[in-house]
């Protein structure tokens, strides 16, 4: 059964950083695009980030661009976020994703869905 694992979420301040990772297995994962999304209380949860499958495209969310980084090592079946210049309004629960219906910088569906990580940022 394919398992996607999220860690490294918790409490930060406004400005700080964090850094999530994610790691897949019993999938192929050098075959699917991955990603990140988030879902705040009360809200439907919304993309943040794709990264395709070789890792050489990437789509970021406007409220994203400049602060969150993600990268994958194909070697190790694990993809990163890596969070900088936090605000409370990044407060959310932030989910892994696989896909293999991304291309260019539509994410079509979601295959495999993390059981997601708490990033609480405080003011």
């Known amino acids: 059964q394919v398992s996607l694992v999220e860690s490294g979420g918790g409490l930060v301040q406004a400005g700080g950083s964090l850094r999530l990772s994610c790691a897949a297995s019993?999938?192929?994962?050098?075959?699917?695009?991955m990603g990140w999304f988030r879902q705040a209380p009360g809200k439907e949860r919304e993309f943040v980030v794709a990264?395709?499958?070789?890792?050489?495209?990437?789509v970021y969310a406007d409220s994203v661009k400049g602060r969150f980084t993600i990268s994958r090592d194909n070697g190790k079946n694990t993809v990163s976020l890596q969070m900088s210049s936090l605000k409370p309004e990044d407060t959310a629960v932030y989910y892994c994703?696989?896909?293999?219906?991304?291309?260019?910088?539509?994410?079509?569906?979601?295959?495999?869905w993390g059981q997601g990580t708490q990033v609480t940022v405080s003011s």
């Open positions: 019993k999938l192929t994962f050098s075959n699917y695009a």
């Open positions: 994703a696989a896909t293999r219906g991304f291309e260019g910088t539509t994410w079509y569906r979601t295959d495999y």
């Open positions: 990264i395709s499958r070789s890792g050489g495209n990437t």
